[in-house]
């Protein structure tokens, strides 16, 4: 599990230190889901790496989740 992780966290590292545009920020919180459904990192590692991207607060781009998890909004 700890691999999956270390590379997602190098790889946001590099990113965020090149100024890592907000669409690609949510392009990697695509990665994160992903990875957390596979079981390849827990959800503390999840909630870590997500708080990194520093996209503010979640019900700000809850919306965005929804569409991208399951395709409509649920009130």
Known sequence: MD???DELLETLETGLSHNMPEQAKFIFLGRIFEALSRGDI???QAI???EKLALGERKQYEILLQYASIGQLIL
Do not use: A, C, G
Request: no cysteine; glycine share 0%.
């Open 3 to 5: 691999s999956v992780f």
């Open 42 to 44: 827990d959800n503390k």
């Open 48 to 50: 870590q790496l997500e």
